[in-house]
């Protein structure tokens, strides 16, 4: 069993920047794919990013420039760092983790962390 629980979100001022942070419980944290999706209020759930366990990152083309996914094995973390923050950024961000090779279906996922981009 994994258990996630993110942390950092808050309120924002565009073009400025957040990092999300997620905690994972359970040994078997470094062999899982960790990474983020994001809810806006009605619309589907958005892929945003994903880290494998060899720390390799991938990147929705709406956050790649902007975002960067990070993860430390040692003590079970993985990390968002939001920059030059849109108006179009806003939601609930949720961390998952998956075995490799599953599907998102079959993943944990955590509570989310709500992000609010506004002057």
């Known amino acids: 069993q994994v258990q996630l629980k993110e942390s950092g979100g808050g309120l924002v001022q565009p073009g400025g920047s957040l990092r999300l942070s997620c905690a994972a419980s359970g040994s078997i944290f470094s062999s899982y794919v960790m990474g983020w999706y994001r809810q806006a209020p009605g619309k589907e759930r958005e892929w945003v990013a994903t880290?494998?366990?060899?720390?390799?990152?991938t990147y929705a083309d709406s956050v790649k420039g902007r975002f960067t996914i990070s993860r430390t094995n040692a003590n079970n973390m993985v990390y968002l760092q939001m920059n030059s923050l849109k108006p179009e950024d806003p939601a609930v961000y949720y961390c998952?983790?998956?075995?490799?090779?599953?599907?998102?279906?079959?993943?944990?996922w955590g509570q989310g962390t709500q992000v609010t981009v506004s002057s």
């Open positions: 998952y983790a998956r075995r490799v090779g599953a599907s998102v279906a079959s993943a944990y």
């Open positions: 880290c494998t366990s060899g720390g390799s990152p």
